[in-house]
């Protein structure tokens, strides 16, 4: 425990140099995380505005507040492993892991949460700026709050889960991308990124809470925002729990079936 | 063929006194899609793809003993960096056997990987963007080496490898050599005692080299750890390995002593000899490879040397003559060679 501790440190170590190498393209990330979210905030307020202040619950504001809260949920819970893993099995970097004592999972894991406590303030300041300007407020149960951190570390941990899994992809074929595609599509539509998930058709709606999208994303969001009850919000979190576990056994078939794979046909 | 067979060897627990690195009828058989140009081809392909099974490593067998450091030679594609890479548990072999230090590589148990390491003079595990130094931090992080012992190997590798004004300069600002440096570096600092080096003084000029082949024998002097080098330049091979293992099409073609290798792959020797006269005609004693002022460099069968140098002292205004065994690196081409149809 102490070693892998050290090995965390280290890698944030690491990380945070790397980041401040290139601090121009990380400026540039951290718009990019911004801008969409703000797209679809901008697009729904002008729809509610047009169809008289409010689609179904959500009034103006609430849109708003929605895709703001949304910008900082997704910050914390993405991950960018599915562009990387491709690259590392294409390029043979992979094998260096491979070599290594320790699962890479740990590298990685510690990257990425390296990488978000680095940027996190900053969007919590533009978050904060955002909310001003559009004149939101929310003011959740103390209990929504209690519940959002696990909720929100553990929409972290099965999105993380279940992309590396996917990721893996990349062990038997290297023209990943129209499977990122697919997965980024349906994550767009299901998770409740382009739109509140409860505003979508009920067979939308089944599916999504059916899929894992949801509770990386619209859950969390739901929650903080004060439209869930406890009832509704502690069903959510054993939806989580119940991806990370299947997440955390597909993660370990699909790995091991992978790794022998790429020492099969050439690693 | 599944590829993916396990590999018919019994678990040992790790024991000194077997052989360090253990090989037996070791195959590693890829299996590639093939296909032909032409429309009607690739239709063909979409229904039935047509697979080739391609043998990188065709059934061979040796040994490494403790402390040894043992050149593994063959041209491109004869299996060498296939065969380092099913001993150091990246690939897994389609059939025989192969322990390292006891333990079955492709199950890259963590102990065994924490007493390994393989050099691959091509590819990089530095992160490109930051100091050696941070890579070589996370490696100890990676390895749980005690921070006293790091500090230790560290101050060698730095002593060794001249690492000093390096190590805090970005990675991606060193040149090829200086990378190679810490490259090498970075995969001891956990004091392997099974070392693969492939190819580790690719691209470098020969004073680099020179330094990194120091650096491998002090690193096996100091260290007593077992090396099974692969290098296309000769120089390394003779400086510092006595044994030699050659492999062609994934088959064995020698394992012995360098100098039995030259013993048993040369029918020829060259005599290099400095006569005054320039104009000589020295056809009649050998194959003349080579004459210019007075400067001739004559291939003889080996069974006939002395006897033709004697006639060429005799019959000759000899300033100096020199005896020599041909290049290395005709002697390996022979052997190749040889193994062609």
Redesign the interface.
Known sequence: MK?LA??Y???F??TL??MF??RAALVIWMIGQVLEPLVYLIVWSIVSKNSGGSIGSYTTSDFAAYFIVLMLVNQFTYTWIMYEFEYRVR???L??A?????HPIHSDIADNASSKLITLPTMILIAAGLALGFHVSISPAPWAVAVFIPVLLLAFLVRFLLEWTLAQAAFWTTRVSAINQTYFVLMLFLSGQMAPLTLLPHPVQVAAAILPFRWMIGFPVELLLGRLTLTQALTGLGAQVAWLLLGFVLLRLVWRAGV??Y????? | MDTRKRAPVVAGEPTVTSPVVHIKDLRKVYVVSQQEAGAKAVLQDLVHRRKLEIPAVDGISFDLATGEIVGFLGPNGAGKTTTLKMLSGLLHPSAGEVTVLGYIPWKRDKSFLRQITLVMGQRNQLVWDIPAISSFELNRAIYRVPPVDYRRTLDELTDLLELGPLLHKPVRNLSLGERMKCEIAAALLHRPTVVFLDEPTIGLDVTMQRRIRNFIAEYNRRFGATILLTSHYMADVVALCRRVVIIHHGRLLFDGDLSDLVQKFTEYKTIVLQVGDCQADLRSYGEVESCGDGRFTLRVPKAKTAQVTARLLKDLPVIDLLVEDPPIEEVIERVFAQENP
């Open positions: 070693a050290e090995l440190t280290q890698q170590k690491t140099a790397m190498q290139y390029e043979g970097i094998s260096f491979l070599l290594k004592p320790v022998r794979n020492s099969a046909v050439g690693a």
